[in-house]
């Protein structure tokens, strides 16, 4: 077993959005670490299950946590404390958008504004809020935000998008600085990943995709999983940084 394996053995991962393709790959990547992870799903059941039973190693559990219903997030909490005691780390990994050319004004309406940072900010501040004294209480807790190279570039599926990535960020440097030393909080920030979501767009648009990164290809969602494991279990003086996986895409 590897060092980092055994850091891990007994350690409490909890990942939100983690049956998607990103997600479960971040799942899968901490089981095979040797950590006990928590599968939080907010629509399917059946697909956590699934997930959960597929991981590595045992003491896996499946829990309902919609990131934007803090009352919610409470009981998830109190669920995780009753169950392990404490938490080593809190991934914020679900996130949503929707494609609108950032040209058109009026297709990003306030409907889906108010979605994107409902998700994409306010579900990891509620995150973070609800599981901090279970992380503070692990000695070395850590928050890995999934963030995004759209946040710098300003380029992505849509401008709300791009700012909550943006927003993201600077709460990851807020939070790095107000939960010390007991915390660290970082951003994991990956370029576009294959999974099957983006398998399903447009296929010249994927290429293009690929042209404008100098490593001419998309990253694999285990890439970015691995620099979450990184980020949580090897980087241990660092904190309110966002780490890149995007291929170099803002070279081009």
Known sequence: MSNVAKSMRNQVV?????????????????????????????????NAQALCDALDGDGHQTLYTPVDDSSALTRAAQEV??????????????????????????????????????TNWRGPFACARAFRPLLKKSGDGVIVNISSIAAQTGMGSNVAYCASKAALD???RSL???????????????????????????????DEQVQSTPLQRLAKPEEVARAVVMAAVDLTF????????????PLA
């Open 170 to 172: 600077s709460m990851t």
């Open 81 to 118: 404390e009753r169950r392990y005691g404490k938490l080593f780390c809190l991934v914020n990994n679900a996130g949503m958008t929707k494609s609108v050319p950032h040209e058109d004004l009026d297709g990003l309406d306030d409907e889906l504004i108010d979605e994107i940072f409902r």
């Open 238 to 249: 660092t904190t309110g940084v966002s780490i890149p996986v995007d291929g170099g895409r």
């Open 14 to 46: 909890l990942v939100t959005g983690a049956t998607g393709g990103l997600g479960s790959a971040i799942c899968q990547a901490f089981a095979q670490q040797g950590a006990q992870v928590v599968v939080a799903y907010r629509s399917s059941s059946n």
């Open 176 to 206: 790095a600085r107000a939960l010390a030393p007991q915390i660290r909080v970082l951003s994991v920030a990956p370029g576009l990943v294959d999974t099957n979501f983006i398998k399903g767009l447009d296929q010249q648009w994927r």
